[in-house]
Nanobody
């Protein structure tokens, strides 16, 4: 079992920045694939960014060039979000799994991670 816990959400104005953190507890090793998802009201959950066991990162087209995903160690994940826009407003979730084939599969939705955090709210005002 792996339990991710997110933090760092908040409210900012358009153009601002936030950094989300995720700390996973439980059975942790360097092969854990971790990623960020978001869900806005009335919309489906979507993949934002992920990093797999090889260190390969994948981003959704909507956040490329603005968001950066990184891992501090095997169980700590960050999402640096710059140039935030109102359309980035959503609940952001950290997810993890040992059997993800790639970060691309996680972001594109062809592989659904098994372990999820409770989410942290990000609100961007115009």
């Amino acid at each position: 079992q792996v339990q991710p816990v997110e933090s760092g959400g908040g409210s900012v104005q358009a153009g601002g920045s936030l950094r989300l953190s995720c700390v996973a507890s439980g059975r942790i090793s360097s092969t854990l694939c971790m990623g960020w998802f978001r869900q806005a009201p009335g919309k489906e959950r979507e993949g934002v960014a992920a990093v797999d066991s090889y260190g390969t990162t994948t981003y959704a087209d909507s956040v490329k060039g603005r968001f950066t995903i990184s891992k501090a160690n095997a169980n700590t994940l960050y999402l640096q979000m710059n140039s935030l826009q109102p359309e980035d407003t959503a609940m952001y979730y950290c997810a993890a799994d040992y059997f993800a084939p790639s970060s691309r599969a996680v972001v594109l939705g062809t592989f659904r991670p098994n372990y999820w955090g409770q989410g942290t709210q990000v609100t961007v005002s115009s």
